[in-house]
């Protein structure tokens, strides 16, 4: 156990450590740079240092590479001497390869436990973000949850929603009345979002077994943390889904968690790589939920790091947030570029050394400019700092041995298969179904209280009238009101039977209707 993790060796020579507090590491963080820069790397060595220290850790793993967590690394590898030499250069006097325990999860469930919430949890706002509703269509989306609530239709998964918006559309003009307009259009708009929502496999993330937040915050006997990679390379073929998933566990872990002030040690480390999907045309009202998650989720005992190519993909109301930073190479090829590294280097504490902007330019892989909060969680003066090399191994293990791990982990069995217990979509058929049968019911009872003649008559099985030729004017007059008589009668007998029944509660029910 140690008051910090290790991060790097910095100063003029590498040779002053520098560590991120841990009592400030809930303090969230970034890690910027660009492509090829090195903050995979930094992340895997991050997410080492939290697990010795005993704090779980939360990240997803976009391009496949942190799975090598779980393995140590080896000395057959080809840059072990390049590692051994960084780590005596920066005072890393201790560095020996090692594995760290790691759970996989995954939202399809093909490279890690399956990662289920149900449409409740979800909730309409994250929801409508995920589907990319208009405003009219997300009041359509509040107006199904308001009615689940007060109906007690549970919400579990996809189907349950398709099945309550097909009976908001049955009733639209009774619950227009109440909600405002309900329009056939904006409820065929969402149920196709969710088809293509589903085509892009969604589906599976909703249902139950739902995802226990204990079993993200684990620590072994060992006293190591225990890190939860989400298999995330497949994932992000849809990003909104990615994006909305990993708000929707920061959101939970905020609303369940109790408040803890500032503990010695984060309780959890979450890491939000590709944070820029998180805010890319999102609406105010999501960004503003962000912003308050990351403002108070810190006394939860939660520390969230945001990875981005550029500190500008991040709001600036939530980059104000983010206190301990490790910022790799920026490239400025245009003038938008060199604005934004400028607005960059303004944001750490100047060192006299050297030139902040400068040394953001010209940082080479591996190496990054830090910041990480001190005493009294004051901003530390920034350092060029030369990133320490993993212990565990650098690139992904094969596709056996995440299996042979998948098989003996304490999650396994546990959300592998789905549960489908009564909810919405079932209530609405039971409904459906036996209105339907007292509808028949009542059918047969009215047709059983019907003489036989009228029954014959109503089946049109009896015709007494008579064929009549053509005649003079008064003989046709004659003949007009004979067949009116005739046509009199018929209606009168028919008002008799089931058919004038109807017709009758039609008319009469048209009238009040009308009132």
């Known amino acids: 156990m140690t008051s910090g993790i290790f991060i790097g060796g910095g100063g003029p020579d590498y040779g002053t450590q520098q560590h ?11 890690i910027a740079g660009a492509t090829g820069t090195g903050k995979t790397v930094t992340l895997q060595i991050m997410a080492e240092g939290f697990s010795k220290a005993g704090v779980p850790v939360f990240l997803s793993d976009v391009k496949g590479d942190l799975s090598g967590l779980a393995k140590p690394g080896s000395e057959a590898h080809k840059l072990h001497g390049p590692f051994t030499d960084r780590a005596q250069k920066i005072g890393f006097d201790d560095y020996v390869y090692e594995a760290f325990p790691v759970t996989f999860w995954d939202l399809f469930g093909d490279q890690g436990h399956p990662v289920r919430t149900t449409v409740s949890e979800m909730g309409p706002l994250l929801l409508a973000r995920l589907l990319e509703l208009t405003e009219a269509q997300e009041g359509i989306l509040n107006i199904a949850f308001r009615l689940a609530d007060e109906d007690g239709l549970p919400l579990l998964d996809l189907k349950d929603l398709q099945s309550l918006l097909v009976w908001i559309g049955e009733n639209a003009k009774e619950l227009s009345l109440r909600y405002g307009n309900v329009s056939a259009a904006s409820i065929g708009a969402i149920q196709r979002r969710l088809l293509v929502l589903e085509n892009q496999g969604g589906a599976g993330l909703f249902g139950e077994p739902a995802l226990a937040l204990s079993d993200l915050m684990r620590v072994g006997t060992d006293g190591k943390g225990q890190i939860n990679i989400l298999a995330a390379d497949k994932l992000m073929g849809a990003p909104g889904l990615y994006a909305t998933f990993l708000l929707w566990l920061l959101s939970e872990l905020f609303e369940e968690l109790p408040e803890v002030g500032d503990p010695e040690k984060p309780k959890l480390v979450f890491f939000f790589d590709e944070a820029h999907l998180l805010f890319d045309d999102a609406p105010k009202a999501l960004v503003d939920k962000v912003e308050q998650v990351a403002r108070l989720i810190r006394s939860k005992g939660v520390g969230v790091y945001f990875i981005t190519q550029n500190p500008a993909d991040v709001p600036e109301d939530i980059l104000g947030q983010l206190g301990n930073r490790i910022q790799h190479a920026l490239r400025a090829f245009t003038a938008k570029d060199r604005k934004e590294l400028r607005l960059a280097a303004e944001t750490y504490r100047e060192n006299p050394a050297f030139d902040t ?3 953001i330019r010209e940082v080479g892989v591996g190496e990054a400019v830090t910041s990480m909060l001190q005493k009294k969680g ?3 003066v920034v350092e060029r ?21 998948m098989v003996a982990s304490d999650m396994a069995g546990k959300y592998d298969d789905p549960v489908d217990r009564k909810s919405a979509f079932e209530i609405l058929k039971s409904r459906a179904d036996q209105a339907a049968q007292e509808a028949a019911k009542a059918e047969e009872a009215a047709e059983e209280e019907e003489s036989p003649l009228a029954r014959e008559f109503s089946a049109a099985r009896r015709y007494t009238g008579t064929r009549v030729a053509r005649s003079t004017s008064r003989a046709s007059s004659r003949q007009s009101q004979s067949l009116g008589g005739a046509v009199a009668n018929a209606v009168i007998k028919e008002l008799s039977g089931t058919t ?11 009238l009040f209707k009308g009132r």
Request: aromatic share 2%; glycine share 14%.
């Open 20 to 30: 991120l507090s841990l009592r400030y590491a809930n303090r969230h963080g970034l």
């Open 500 to 510: 004038g029944r109807r017709l009758v509660r039609g008319i009469l029910g048209g």
């Open 385 to 405: 700092t030369l990133i320490r090399p993993p212990s565990s191994q650098l690139g992904p293990i094969t596709k056996a041995e995440r299996a042979a791990l």
């Open 378 to 380: 004051v901003p530390g």
């Open 357 to 359: 902007e400068e040394a």
